[in-house]
């Protein structure tokens, strides 16, 4: 089955702590390593073999300059869009790729509307462009927090809709994805950076506010899936507990997102073959 269909978020979707540890790869009756660490070994080397198929699909897309590819990561707060990003994007030219994150608005921000901030970064004709925290913000947070009512979170879901069938219609490939993390993976990896002089500067007391509105954030992010997936922008769920597997799901659906797009180089120019320099 193709991840395209295999992820793609069902219709009354509902986010289940079990599923966020899915590991549908390692299941699909393959032989696979037995040791933990064997088994993230190989997951890794998939991975590395799907993103240089990425990288190379990558140069196609930009030399043709035609289409363009988004993707939006979204999820709780550690379940791994940076580590996304970092695993699928570091062997990319950075040329034609483009990374923008978004978290609470400026003051400058929230005095327009709410998409103001985010049609400047969405990619231009050859170009990926990755939202790592997205336009969604702004139907999740202030909602949870009750910062805007109902009807007011219906309209930006009907104005989220209406932009990205704008961006469809004019070249966009959208790829929207729902990183699935379960409530007590996130207690470990929030405990992990406390421990870790290391990595305390990705700390921020903020997270354990938001996590104790859990549930409300797991309803929140349900409706917005449901009321803004689309054919031509699609929600894919990927379970998110294992990092390793997580990111081999992701490279797989994205592999297959950019063969769809039949990428080739430009077509020579046969005049170019009989030129010397000299």
């Known amino acids: 089955m193709k991840a395209r269909t295999r992820f793609r978020a069902r219709p009354g979707l509902k ?8 590991t549908p790869l390692r299941d699909d009756g393959g032989k696979h390593p037995k040791s933990k660490e064997q088994i993230k070994a190989h997951e890794r080397g998939l ?8 990288a190379l699909h990558q140069q196609m897309l930009f030399s043709q300059r035609q289409q363009k590819v988004l993707l939006v990561l979204q999820g709780m707060d550690t379940s791994g869009k940076d580590g996304t990003v970092r695993a699928l994007f570091s062997r990319i030219n950075p040329m034609g790729l483009r990374a923008a994150q978004f978290k609470a608005p400026s003051l400058d921000e929230a005095a327009h509307d709410f998409l103001w901030r985010i049609h400047p970064h969405v990619p231009g004709a ?35 809709a209406d932009f990205e069938r704008m961006l469809a ?14 409530k007590d993976e996130q207690r470990a990896r929030l405990q992990a950076r406390l421990d870790d002089p290391e990595k305390q500067w990705k700390f921020d007391e903020n997270d354990l506010l938001q996590r104790k509105r859990w549930d ?20 894919y769920v990927i379970p998110a507990d294992s990092k390793t597997h997580r990111n081999l799901l992701i490279a797989s659906l994205l592999l297959e997102v950019m063969q769809d797009l039949e990428l080739r180089f430009p077509e020579t120019d046969p005049r170019l073959s009989k030129l010397k320099v000299e």
């Open 47 to 54: 991975t590395d073999e799907l993103t240089a198929k990425i």
């Open 216 to 235: 409300d954030y797991q309803d929140a992010y349900e409706r917005a899936i449901a009321a803004t997936d689309a054919d031509h922008a699609p929600w």
């Open 169 to 182: 219609e004019t070249g966009t490939v959208i790829v929207k994805v729902f990183l699935h993390i379960s």
């Open 15 to 22: 986010l289940r702590e079990e599923d966020a540890g899915a």
């Open 126 to 160: 050859g170009e990926i462009a990755i939202f790592n925290r997205s336009h969604y913000e702004d139907v999740l947070v202030p909602r949870v927090q009750r910062l805007i009512d109902a009807k007011e979170c219906m309209r930006r879901y009907a104005h989220i």
